[in-house]
C-alpha cells in the first residue's frame, strides 16, 4: 500500500548548495516517504558544496546526486513548509504555508571541519521539525 507524504518541505538558500542541501539529505534520510523534499536557491551554483558533500558522507548520507535548483513561485505556492536559510527578501510569501528561518552560518568557501557544525546544527532543526510534522500529522 502506498501512501502519499504527509507534508511537503521546501529549504531554500542562495546558492541551494550547501545549508538546504544538507537540510534536504536529512529530512529525505530520517523521513523517507513521509515527507516530501524540496530545495532551491534564488541564485543556484553550478555544483553543491565539496565540504557539505563530504560532511554529510561522514554521517553516512549521500548527497553526491544533488544539484542546486532554482527557487520557482510554483514550489513555494505547492510547499506546506518553506525553510529559509538566508535567502533574504527572495523567498515569496504566501498564506497558510507554514514559514521557518534558520539563522545558519553559510559554508561557501568552507572546509569540511568548518562545515561539520552547521551540519551538526542542521541534524538537530531537521529532528525537531519531523518531530512537528509528525504531531500535526495525527491531529
Not at 507524504?5 to 523517507?32: D, E, I, T
Not at 520557482?72 to 518553506?82: F, G, I, L
Not at 504555508?97 to 531537521?126: C, H, M, N, S, T
Amino acid at each position: 500500500m502506498t501512501t502519499s507524504p504527509v507534508a511537503c518541505v521546501l529549504f531554500v538558500c542562495v546558492h541551494n548548495a550547501g545549508r538546504s542541501q544538507m537540510a534536504a539529505g536529512f529530512l529525505r534520510h530520517l523521513a523517507g516517504d513521509r515527507v516530501e523534499v524540496r530545495s532551491a536557491g534564488s541564485l543556484p551554483a553550478e555544483e553543491v558544496n565539496p565540504a557539505a558533500v563530504a560532511a554529510m558522507a561522514e554521517v553516512g548520507i549521500d548527497i553526491t546526486d544533488q544539484k542546486p535548483k532554482v527557487l520557482t513561485t510554483a514550489a513555494v505556492q505547492t510547499s506546506d513548509y518553506v525553510i529559509s536559510m538566508g535567502c533574504g527578501d527572495a523567498c515569496p510569501i504566501f498564506p497558510g504555508k507554514a514559514y521557518l528561518d534558520w539563522d545558519l552560518d553559510d559554508p561557501a568557501g568552507q572546509g569540511v571541519d568548518a562545515v561539520r557544525p552547521i551540519r551538526d546544527q542542521i541534524e538537530i532543526l531537521i529532528k525537531e521539525l519531523l518531530a512537528g510534522i509528525d504531531e500535526a500529522g495525527r491531529r
